[in-house]
């Protein structure tokens, strides 16, 4: 899974340090998100929305080649 984090701290000109704070994860936590190397709980991709006024599907894409269909 894809995500926007980096783009979006970026914009919003703070830092790694900045951003987990607000989040209370460590800055390794959102290193490893940015890198893809991580992907987030639930929880987290929750607050990670909403810090940035986003939903979360605004800030992780999911790239999977499978689609499900509706039975």
Do not use: H, W
């Amino acid at each position: 899974m894809k995500n926007r984090i980096k783009e979006l701290r970026i914009q919003e000109g703070i830092t790694q340090e900045d951003l987990s704070f607000a989040l209370s994860v460590s800055r390794q936590t959102i290193i490893s998100l940015e890198s893809g190397r991580y992907n987030p709980s639930i929880v987290l991709a929750f607050k990670i929305a909403s810090y940035f006024g986003c939903s979360i599907e605004d800030v992780f894409i999911y790239e999977e080649g499978a689609k499900y269909e509706k039975k």
